[in-house]
């Protein structure tokens, strides 16, 4: 499930499109396996009786729609998008959500990863905004230390491009001009 291009402005571009980090399967098929053989083993001791069997069977469903099935919905539906101009965050299954915060308007990137998340290489993106909401936050982003850093260069990027744009902006430096 890739971002509609579409969707983009003329001259805009993808930089990265991502779901976040695997990491969040983790839990999800722990409790899957975990389910199976609990629920296989009460299986197995229930004997004939039916009702808890019904019982069993109807407490692994539960299980797994909502710890495993909700997460994985999640996860497959979660999409962080970052272009040229803006970044994006659309995330839900049937009620669609989103988010776009314009590279214009980034104040401060930051980044925080635990000790797990240093190993797997993922964390969290803060995105401060000089707009009205604030804040735009991405969890589970892989390599996020890089992330980060290409959303200040993509920020710095498109202010460039407004000034010149606006005729506001230095021009390029020469390839003659040097300190030697």
Excluded at 73 to 98: F, P, S
Excluded at 102 to 127: A, E, K, M
Excluded at 134 to 147: A, S, W
Aim: proline residues 6%; neutral net charge; contains cysteine.
């Amino acid at each position: 499930m890739g971002y509609p291009t579409k969707l983009l402005a003329d001259d805009e571009e993808i930089v990265y499109e991502m779901r976040p980090h695997w990491r969040a399967l983790v839990g999800p098929i722990l409790v899957f396996l975990v389910t199976l053989g609990v629920g296989g083993f009460l299986l197995a001791k229930s004997g004939d009786s039916t009702i808890v069997k019904w019982i069993v069977l109807a407490v692994a469903l539960v299980a797994l729609v909502w710890w495993v099935l909700r997460p994985l919905a999640y996860w497959w539906t979660t999409i962080y998008v970052i272009t040229n101009r803006r970044i994006i965050v659309r995330y839900g299954l049937i009620a669609r959500n989103g988010r776009d915060m314009p590279l214009s308007r980034v104040n401060d990137v930051s980044f925080s990863h635990t000790v797990l998340d240093q190993i797997l290489n993922c964390g969290t993106i803060t995105v401060e905004s000089a707009g009205e909401k604030g804040q735009l936050t991405m969890r589970g982003v892989p390599n996020v230390e890089t992330i980060q850093r290409d959303i200040f260069r993509l920020h710095d990027e498109d202010d460039l491009r407004r000034r010149r744009a606006a005729g506001d902006a230095p021009p390029p430096p020469r390839a003659d001009d040097g300190d030697a």
